[in-house]
């Protein structure tokens, strides 16, 4: 998907939907939710970036260099991200670090859970401590949570199908005596 395309959401729902009635995992490289994970990556590296080049880092000269190619392998298939770099190679990314090439089967749903539900920067931080074991500083997860949120608001702010069809069912079982 070229990035100055805007994102696809009915196709993400057909596919979304073709895939969980085959059975099919929403993720990896032909999953449904494959581009979005790429898109919330890709932006929380940019995010970081842009938490790294602060006015210190900025009057020392450092600023963006371009982009790198990165290939993500994760439980189901390979992502191709693209990671910014800085002119002076000081940038050291917390969320995929440098070298790190395997993205833990669990925190796919994670990553994609923990910004789709809105979470607060306390309820973020704590999951990141969790996940890499890393403190990230308030200026950098507000960095990229600047740049995540846009893409969960409009995945919030899609048109809704006017009639959706939920099946509920519930049972309780209780072992009667019958006397007589």
């Not at 992502?79 to 993205?103: G, H, M, V, Y």
Request: glycine share 8%; with cysteine.
């Amino acid at each position: 998907m070229d990035k100055k395309e805007k994102f696809d959401y009915e196709e993400l729902k057909r596919k979304t939907l073709e895939q969980l009635r085959s059975g099919k995992s929403l993720f990896g490289k032909d999953g449904a939710f494959a581009p979005l994970l790429k898109d919330i990556l890709e932006a929380a590296l940019q995010g970081e970036m842009e938490g790294h080049l602060d006015e210190e880092q900025r009057a020392a000269g450092n600023r963006k260099n371009g982009k790198g190619n990165k290939k993500l392998k994760t439980g189901d298939g390979t992502l191709d991200l693209e990671t910014p770099r800085d002119r002076s190679a000081t940038f050291e990314p917390q969320i995929i670090k440098k070298r790190e090439t395997i993205l833990a089967e669990s925190l796919e749903n994670k990553i994609i859970g923990m910004y789709g539900h809105g979470m607060s920067f306390r309820d973020i931080s704590a999951h990141i401590k969790d996940m890499y074991d890393t403190e990230i500083s308030a200026a950098t997860l507000s960095s990229i949570t600047d740049k995540i949120i846009p893409l969960v608001k409009e995945w919030q702010a899609r048109p809704l199908e006017p009639l959706y069809c939920i099946v509920w069912l519930d049972a309780m079982f209780y072992k009667v005596k019958e006397e007589g």
